[in-house]
Each structure stands twice: as structure tokens, then as C-alpha cells.
């Protein structure tokens, strides 16, 4: 019983995962600012990141967890690189 509302629960956050990732992509492609479209691409990493662990979880393997990790350090450093471009206009000083 509790497999199959596991099995429920992990479809279901799959699909709203993928639906924010759509918002997300709109707003990445229509923002009408830069920040707006950092935000999008900050929501977009974070949002893959869940579900790739959701995969994890349906497939049993660690393997979507070290995914998750890197797509999550990578999209924290490239979201604080871009908002100091955009600040200062320069990463590194």
C-alpha cells in the first residue's frame, strides 16, 4: 500500500515539476528584464535538480542524487555570477 502511494506521490511531483519547469522556461525566454530572466533560469536549475532526485527515487540509484548535486552547485554558481554581472558588471574584480 505505502509503494503504491509512493509510486502516486512521485508521478504526481513529476508532473507539477515539469509544469513549473515550463513556467520557468517562459519566463527565461520572454522576461522582459535580465532579472527576470535569471530568476527563470535560477527556478529552471532548481526544478531539474528536483526531478532528478524524483527519478532517484523511482529508479532506486544514487546516481540522480550526484546529478542533482552538481546541476544544484552549478546553477547556484552561475546564478550568483550572473546577478554580479549584472550589479557591477563584472564577475571577478
Do not use: H
Not at 515539476?17 to 528584464?33: H, K, N, Q, W
Not at 530568476?39 to 526544478?47: A, I
Amino acid at each position: 500500500m505505502s509503494a503504491l502511494i509512493l509510486a502516486w506521490a512521485v508521478t504526481g511531483a513529476q508532473l507539477l515539476l515539469g509544469l513549473a519547469m515550463c513556467c520557468a522556461t517562459y519566463r527565461l525566454v520572454v522576461g522582459p528584464r535580465a532579472q527576470d530572466r535569471i530568476l527563470g533560469l535560477d527556478t529552471l536549475y532548481v526544478n531539474a535538480m528536483l526531478l532528478l532526485v524524483t527519478f532517484g527515487i523511482r529508479a532506486g540509484s544514487s546516481l540522480y542524487f550526484e546529478a542533482a548535486l552538481i546541476i544544484g552547485l552549478l546553477g547556484f554558481v552561475a546564478t550568483v555570477a550572473l546577478a554580479k554581472f549584472l550589479m557591477r558588471g563584472e564577475v571577478i574584480e
